[in-house]
């Protein structure tokens, strides 16, 4: 499975101090990952790139299943190539 998560980081989001993104190289990988870590699927964000944010131990757990950690420069690279992908 190819989910990646980038970095934790403070964000100005309703009730939440700290969260992430999670995003995959297919959907069904993503909502797959999803469910492994508890995630509900009204969570998901498929308007600006097909992902979910993840608080700090949703993300811990992601990583636990396999989720490729990358830094912020890859992460973006990585969801650009997805993106380059998917419009194909």
Do not use: N
């Amino acid at each position: 499975m190819s989910v990646y998560v980038d970095p934790i980081r403070e964000v100005e989001y309703g009730r939440w101090k700290y969260a992430c993104h999670m995003i995959a190289d297919t959907i069904e990988e993503l909502h797959e990952m999803a469910d492994a870590i508890g995630m509900h699927r009204e969570w998901f964000q498929p308007k600006s790139f097909p992902h979910y944010d993840l608080l700090r131990f949703r993300r811990e757990a992601a990583v636990r299943l396999g989720a490729i950690e990358l830094d912020r420069r890859p992460f973006i690279h990585k969801l650009r190539s997805i993106r380059a992908r998917m419009a194909e």
